[in-house]
Each structure stands twice: as structure tokens, then as C-alpha cells.
């Protein structure tokens, strides 16, 4: 039992990581002991991020726009550079847009759904040669980010991140089924409100979002990171294909 959500010896990969629920997942993973690479589009803020979380443990920045095909595999291609198997795929980077039924544009479309739905598929499939060495010796993770507009509905026109989230969360059922064979267990979190760039209310609003959240508050980065150590620890190998919903109750509510 002491050894239950350690993650001494493992390697992890988490995209979006400069910020946000990326960076609460890094954090989280470097305390427990795992080696962590972040990638995030703007290297700077990447570079700089893993700075400061090298205080915590070895922490590598890894810039990528994994957005495109050509960023997916020159990612996969930079890890392989410096690891042979990874243990711990987080497919976290993501994006949002807004806007009227009438006027929603196709460019807000394929902007979310390209980067949301398509690129954990595929960031997945390149790496599979690493996931796959990993789960030779133990089991490897892949897990997805997920949302609770892809769970139930939120009022928001946010047509393309509400699909792409729904998306993502019935892939990560197919994906797991498949990856399985090899030792390699997918999940997802399906996060609420928590502070971060994507979620500007949650950040600049704390409180008036809370009045709406059954816990009575928005996520910290415990919570957060507790979940993701679940699942990418021992203690998560036996939960295959599961999308676990960190929210405090507000899909319950909903």
C-alpha cells in the first residue's frame, strides 16, 4: 500500500503543460516521483514552466504545436530523442471557441475538433512504440482530458468544444478496449471549473462560480492532481476506459 500512487521511476508526457490543469497534473506527477516532460505551443512559456517545476523533480520542456500532424509527430519524435518507453501519456492541450448558432464559424470548428479530438488519437498512435516497451514491465497510461460539457450540457454555444469533449470521452472507450491487448490502459478526467487560462470565469470569478457548484467551491490543484495520480499510479491499472468526473457535483446538478 505505501507504493500504491507512487510514480518513482516513471516517465510522463503531458501536453498543454505550461499552465493551467496541465501544469496541476506536472506538479502533481513530480511530486509523487515521476520524470516529467511538458510540451506546450509557445516554447517560452514552456521553457519556463519547467524551471520552475524542476524544483519538485526533472522536469524537460518539449515545444510543440500538436494542433497539426507535422507537430504530433515532430513531438513524438523529440521525446524519442530523449527516452526510449514512456509510462504516462496525458493528451491535456486543447482549445475553445464561442459564438452564436447562426454565426458559428467552420474555423472554430476545426480548430477545437483538430486539436481536441483528433491529436490525442494520433499523438497516441505515435507514441505507441514507447507506451508499448513500457507495458512490457508494467502497466503504461494513456489519459485524456476530457471536459463536463462532453459529459452533459452546458448552456454556452460552445458547439465544437462541447462535441469534441463528447468525442473525446467515447474514444477514450474505443482506444481503450484496443490498447489494452498491450498493456497500455486509457482513461480520461473530465474536469469542471478549475482556474486556468480556458476558464476565465473560474479564475477572475471564483466566488460567483462557486454559488453554482454543489462542493460550494471551484477545483484546486490537489484535486486535480489527486485524480491524474489515480489513474497513472498502480492503484488506477484495474479502471480501463473510465472517464472520471472532477466537478464537484455540478453535473449533477445540471
Same mark, same amino acid.
Given at each position: 500500500?505505501?507504493?500504491? =500512487?507512487?510514480?518513482?521511476?516513471?516517465?510522463?508526457?503531458?501536453?498543454?503543460?505550461?499552465?493551467?490543469?496541465?501544469?496541476?497534473?506536472?506538479?502533481?506527477?513530480?511530486?509523487?516521483?515521476?520524470?516529467?516532460?511538458?510540451?506546450?505551443?509557445?516554447?517560452?512559456?514552456?521553457?519556463?514552466?519547467?524551471? !520552475?517545476?524542476?524544483?519538485?523533480?526533472?522536469?524537460?520542456?518539449?515545444?510543440?504545436?500538436?494542433?497539426?500532424? !507535422?507537430?504530433?509527430?515532430?513531438?513524438?519524435?523529440?521525446?524519442?530523442?530523449? !527516452?526510449?518507453?514512456?509510462?504516462?501519456?496525458?493528451?491535456?492541450?486543447?482549445?475553445?471557441?464561442?459564438?452564436? =448558432?447562426?454565426e458559428f464559424p467552420e474555423s472554430g470548428w476545426d480548430k477545437v475538433v483538430d486539436l481536441n479530438l483528433k491529436s490525442p488519437f494520433f499523438l497516441t498512435q505515435a507514441l505507441a512504440p514507447q507506451l508499448r516497451l513500457?507495458?512490457?514491465?508494467?502497466?503504461?497510461?494513456?489519459?485524456?482530458?476530457?471536459?463536463?460539457?462532453?459529459?452533459s450540457v452546458n448552456p454556452q454555444e460552445t458547439y465544437s468544444y462541447a462535441a469534441s469533449k463528447a468525442g473525446l470521452v467515447h474514444l477514450t472507450k474505443r482506444m481503450a478496449l484496443r490498447l489494452v491487448k498491450d498493456n497500455i490502459v486509457v482513461t480520461a478526467i473530465a474536469p469542471g471549473a478549475f482556474a486556468s487560462e480556458m476558464n476565465r470565469d473560474a479564475r477572475d470569478r471564483a466566488q460567483e462560480v462557486s454559488a453554482h457548484i454543489p462542493a460550494g467551491r471551484i477545483g484546486v490543484d490537489e484535486d486535480m492532481a489527486g485524480a491524474a495520480i489515480y489513474l497513472a499510479s498502480r492503484a488506477g491499472d484495474y479502471v480501463v476506459g473510465t472517464t472520471l468526473v472532477v466537478d464537484g457535483g455540478v453535473t449533477l446538478a445540471r
Open positions: 500500500m505505501d507504493n500504491l =500512487f507512487s510514480l518513482k521511476g516513471r516517465t510522463a508526457l503531458i501536453t498543454g503543460g505550461s499552465r493551467g490543469i496541465g501544469r496541476m497534473i506536472a506538479a502533481g506527477y513530480l511530486a509523487q516521483g515521476a520524470k516529467v516532460y511538458i510540451s506546450a505551443r509557445k516554447a517560452a512559456a514552456c521553457d519556463q514552466t519547467a524551471k !520552475e517545476l524542476s524544483s519538485l523533480g526533472p522536469c524537460i520542456s518539449l515545444p510543440a504545436d500538436v494542433s497539426t500532424a !507535422e507537430g504530433v509527430k515532430a513531438l513524438a519524435a523529440a521525446y524519442a530523442a530523449h !527516452e526510449p518507453q514512456l509510462d504516462i501519456l496525458v493528451n491535456n492541450a486543447g482549445a475553445a471557441w464561442g459564438a452564436p =448558432f447562426d513500457a507495458g512490457k514491465t508494467r502497466v503504461a497510461k494513456v489519459i485524456n482530458i476530457a471536459s463536463i460539457d462532453g459529459v
